[in-house]
């Protein structure tokens, strides 16, 4: 058997085979949501690689440049993470210049979060990759239809 | 200070603040199928539960039984996972005696695999618990909005 590759598409490594019967799990909306999620996310993670961002690392530096003074906690619950995972992503993006831990007076167990300038001009260059990303990944929806989607989407987060 | 605990919300480690400003990561229609997927994902990993299933174990049972003597490779196209991933899918049900690996005439490399009954019925009420969880999380949007939802996330993943 000869296999040729090409760059378009990846190859299967076996004969065609008549695709499979996945009504059940089509017919629920969940599995729907986590098929389209997880293709969104490949070229998601790729637009950021060149900025070295992985989506946790982008949305917490994003909420600190768009709330100076957010203490850690704040942005756990905002994020829905765990605290401890909130201070790994601050360990990171301190140590690359990009956020502060200022001090709190009168409170020594908490700190305020500042995107530096460094910071703010890397968020900047995310969220341009981002705005380019999604137009190739929701370039089948409409304007009206993205809304839609998100409007959808909101009310079953809510 | 003092802390109640009710059972019906988690408890804020601090005073409440304000609502930070997540205008950026709103206005993102990935970030915002993220939140959706992530917070469904929660009940319908509990939804499985009491079935020793995780969602991919599920998936893995759900196409076997709707599709006998699939083969593995098959399995992982359909499944967008790599083949690997689906071998050790198989073994653990394979273990439990959900599914079965039986030659292939003819080639020595494939298994065909097919449900036992106790698979079935295993899939079965895995089926019964999604659809009672999909009730729960997509309460708040009716069987239009449902349909619409799923639509728009097929043209997103197609």
Redesign the interface.
Known sequence: MTVRKTASRPV???PP?P???????RS??????????????TD?VASLGHLALN?SQF?AL??I???PG??Q???A??L?VE?SAVVALIDNLERRGFVSRDPVPGDRR?YALRATLAGIRHCEQA?DA?RA??ER??A??SPA??A???E???????
Chains 1, 2 share one sequence.
């Open positions: 299967p490594a076996e085979e695709d499979l019967d996945q009504a059940v799990l629920m909306v969940g599995y729907n949501m986590k098929r389209a999620y997880l293709t969104v996310r998601f989506p949305s994003s909420l440049v768009a709330n957010v203490s906690s704040a942005l619950r905002a829905s605290r908490s969220v981002i990303h999604e990944a929701f089948r929806l239809e993205r839609t989607l998100v959808l989407l909101s009310r079953v987060e809510g």
